[in-house]
């Protein structure tokens, strides 16, 4: 059976896409990769892209290589980035620095250590180092 290599791209809807995309791209430190009022592209890391949609805005398009078919990715939602256990504290930092509050630490069986906080659209949002999952 062919393996999975990894997650590409995760898509989120977002009630004020300029509000959100600034959220991710100062969270991240990145310039965006598309941004446009449909959809920013931001570069999560390790070649996965964070795609950003105006709610409702992620209906059927049609490109020259063909038709993208439409997504809902509904409500609140959850996403986790991996990092590596010495940036850690850096992130703690970082968040802090941004305002961010973090909502819950978790230190998991395995070793790894979550740190959750909220994106301007409520989601949960995770940063997790390694020894959380038998695969990460």
Known sequence: ???VRRILETALDCDDLPRTAAF??????VTPMLDSER?????????TVLLLFQRGAAGDLET????????DSGGPGHLAFAIDVAALPE????????????????TWERGGVSLYFR??????????TPGIWPCY
């Open 24 to 29: 991710y791209a100062h969270l991240l430190d």
């Open 1 to 3: 059976m062919p393996r």
């Open 119 to 128: 994106d301007p659209d409520n989601r949960s949002v995770e940063v997790v």
């Open 91 to 106: 992130w703690e930092s970082r968040l802090q620095s941004l305002g961010i509050g973090v909502e819950s630490r978790v």
């Open 64 to 71: 020259p290589g063909g038709v993208i078919p439409g997504h």
């Open 39 to 47: 959809l920013v592209a931001i570069d999560a890391g390790e070649g």
